[in-house]
T-cell receptor
Framework: AQKITQTQPGMFVQEKEAVTLDCTYD???????LFWYKQPSSGEMIFLIY??????QNATEGRYSLNFQKARKSANLVISASQLGDSAMYFC???????????FGTGTRLQVTL | NAGVTQTPKFQVLKTGQSMTLQCAQD?????MYWYRQDPGMGLRLIYY???????DKGEVPNGYNVSRLNKREFSLRLESAAPSQTSVYFC????????????????FGEGSWLTVV
C-alpha cells in the first residue's frame, strides 16, 4: 500500500510570492508517477502537474513546478508568483506501476493574501 | 466534451433510505473510482473498478456497494443511509497504464453533495 504524507494542513502566502507545498510518499515500486491536483472552493478537482519517476528533469507547467527528490521520495509543488485565485486545497497523489487504486494525501489548504 | 458526469449533484436523504449515485465517462477509460470527501479533509477511496467487470474495495467501503454496469458507467449505492455518510462524493476515471508508466491523469466529476439527516 502506498503512504502519502502532506504535513502542512494550511499555508499562507502573500500575493506574488512563491510557495512550496510538501508531499512525501512511500512506494516500493520502481516505476511510479506523482500528480498534484487543485480543488478550489467550488469543489471540482483540477489536474495541475505530473512527474514520472524516470523523468530526468523536474516537471514544469506555467507557474507550477515540482521539486522532485527521488531518493527522499519527496515531490513538493512550487507555485511561483502566487495569485489570489491560487487559494484552494492542493492534493498530492502518487500512482505506482499498474496499480489502479489511486490514493490522495490529506491535502494542504493554501490561502493567498494581499 | 462531457468527461465524467455524475448525478445527482445534490441529494438529501433520511436515515435508512437508499439511493444510487450514477457516474458515466465518455473517454473510453478502463478504470473508474468513487471517492468521498468530508468537510475540510482529503479524498478517501470507497471503491474502484480497474476494468469492466471488476470492482475492488478502497479505504472506506463499508455501507456502500458498486456496480460497473459497462465500460462507461460505474454506480455507487447506499443501501441504508447513515448520517456518517454525509459527504461530497466524487466519481473519477483514468486509463490504467501498463509499464512503462505513462502518466495518464485522473479525471473527476463535479461532485455530488449528499446530506443524510
Amino acid at each position: 500500500a502506498q503512504k502519502i504524507t502532506q504535513t502542512q494542513p494550511g499555508m499562507f502566502v502573500q500575493e506574488k510570492e512563491a510557495v512550496t507545498l510538501d508531499c512525501t510518499y512511500d512506494t516500493s515500486d520502481p516505476s511510479y508517477g506523482l500528480f498534484w491536483y487543485k480543488q478550489p472552493s467550488s469543489g471540482e478537482m483540477i489536474f495541475l502537474i505530473y512527474q514520472g519517476s524516470y523523468d530526468q528533469q523536474n516537471a514544469t507547467e506555467g507557474r507550477y513546478s515540482l521539486n522532485f527528490q527521488k531518493a527522499r521520495k519527496s515531490a513538493n509543488l512550487v507555485i511561483s508568483a502566487s495569485q489570489l485565485g491560487d487559494s484552494a486545497m492542493y492534493f498530492c497523489s502518487p500512482r505506482a506501476g499498474t496499480a489502479s487504486k489511486l490514493t490522495f494525501g490529506t491535502g494542504t489548504r493554501l490561502q493567498v493574501t494581499l | 466534451n462531457a468527461g465524467v458526469t455524475q448525478t445527482p449533484k445534490f441529494q438529501v436523504l433520511k436515515t435508512g433510505q437508499s439511493m444510487t449515485l450514477q457516474c458515466a465517462q465518455d473517454m473510453n477509460h478502463n478504470s473508474m473510482y468513487w471517492y468521498r470527501q468530508d468537510p475540510g479533509m482529503g479524498l478517501r477511496l470507497i471503491y474502484y473498478s480497474a476494468s469492466e467487470g471488476t470492482t475492488d474495495k478502497g479505504e472506506v467501503p463499508n455501507g456502500y456497494n458498486v456496480s460497473r454496469l459497462n465500460k462507461r458507467e460505474f454506480s455507487l449505492r447506499l443501501e441504508s443511509a447513515a448520517p456518517s455518510q454525509t459527504s461530497v462524493y466524487f466519481c473519477a476515471s483514468s486509463e490504467a497504464s501498463p509499464y512503462p508508466f505513462s502518466g495518464n491523469t485522473i479525471y473527476f466529476g463535479e461532485g455530488s453533495w449528499l446530506t443524510v439527516v
